[in-house]
């Protein structure tokens, strides 16, 4: 197919001679590019094969390191999973007891992971330059239909506001104790606060109620959602953890796993799978050929529900012990994906950089984490308590395919702040422009997709009004402390 598109001279005179192929003009340019980054079948096969036994199975020597290394823990063996979600744990005890013996586990594996993450990143540089890539970036931003200029904008709004989540980590800090900012141990301790308990049917009346201010078509699906059984609830054994949404294309429906637990933070969950199935329902009409829609707006209307959610429910929350935990929730998450996602991209820029000419052993690849952790979490993290070790357990960094799957997380959590912060200044005039933009996302860049809802993504004063909404919050969550 690439070939054969690639030999069309006038393809835009081909695209426009018939609707169908109108219809598909996005797709279909999409694959007259990928040409000119792809080799002769046979070259391509045989990097294929190659991948087979290169990067795939490096990938897979760290995912199998990382699930089966024994972690011994207050007299037992548990599992790396198993310690790492013990950062959550509302005894501060064991979150430091659990870090510690996270950091020791790793003792045992970082050979074989250093292994496996130079040699992916070293198949990739090279992979790039055989393809005419300018950089694994470069590569990066083509998959996402991403502009660097886009990029740049949203990384430099990010720098200019890394001072107020440091300030948000050292209110957190003070409040649990420490006086040299948040130990890394305590990024996700749990704060005292709401202890409201929901059935289905009180989640069910509860979002059906609030979005039913917002709008009346995603409001029904919501409640068809419900009605029609689309979620699966409650955990259960051979069900995986966490929560998934699965669009059905040929009946135009999505299915929804979660883990209903009947907190308000499953509440949430619940928000953000049908955000979406609320994307899928807005692709409904498009032909399965248009449903594609790139990692970074993926994300938009599933964050876009939660903000409204978490929103609704500090607004309505006076206890001001429980809003300041309302409110330090949605900071948590939003610390993840400004600082903790800038890290990752400052480590695995570096990486790339220096793989090229130097192989880094463990030792040194924690040395460039610290680095940037350093970098993004500034002195809102006690420099004595950093976690040298983050490039060995998030498997982001080991695909082959897939470079800096970092960036797409800080873009889609800001993009879908910005639309809230315009929804918030337009009112009702901004929800159509808001579906066609979902809509829109299988057929465009995802400036295109912006540009729907007249939003300019390269301009830096975008992400920065997305990033003041978390500011204030921030301003907000120190009063509460002090």
Known sequence: MVQYVDKIEDLQSVIDSRDLLKEHEFYIKNIKERATYTLSPEVEQVISLYEISGSNAWSDLQGFLTSTVPVEYKGETTTLSDIRNKAY?????????????ELKAYDRI???????????????????KLHGYDSPL?????????KRETLDALLQAMEEYLPKFWEYMRAKAKLLGHENGLPFYDLFAPLEGNSDEFTTEDAKNYLVNLFSTFDQEETDMIARAFDESWIDFYPHEGKVGGAFCAGLAGVKESRILTNFGGALGDVVTLAHELGHAFHNHCLRDN???NLDVSMPVAETASTFNEVVCLNAAIAAEKDPVARRALI????????QIICDIYSRYLFETAVFENRENEFMFADRLCEIMLEAQKKAYGDGLDPEYLHPYMWACKSHYYSGGLSFYNFPYAFGGLFARGLYAKYLQD?????????RLLK???TTTVEGAAEVAGIDLTDVNFWRASLQILADEIDEFVSLCN
């Open 427 to 435: 009112g009702e005039s901004f929800v159509p422009l808001y579906k």
């Open 328 to 335: 330090e929730g949605q900071l948590m998450d939003a610390n």
């Open 110 to 128: 970082k050979d074989g992971i250093a292994f496996s993450l130079n040699s992916i990143k070293m198949e990739v540089i090279n992979r790039c």
């Open 138 to 146: 470069d590569e990066a931003l083509k998959n996402a239909h991403m």
């Open 287 to 289: 032909s399965i050929l």
């Open 440 to 442: 829109a996302t299988g």
């Open 89 to 101: 744990d509302p005894d501060p005890e064991v979150r430091r007891s659990a870090y510690e013996a």
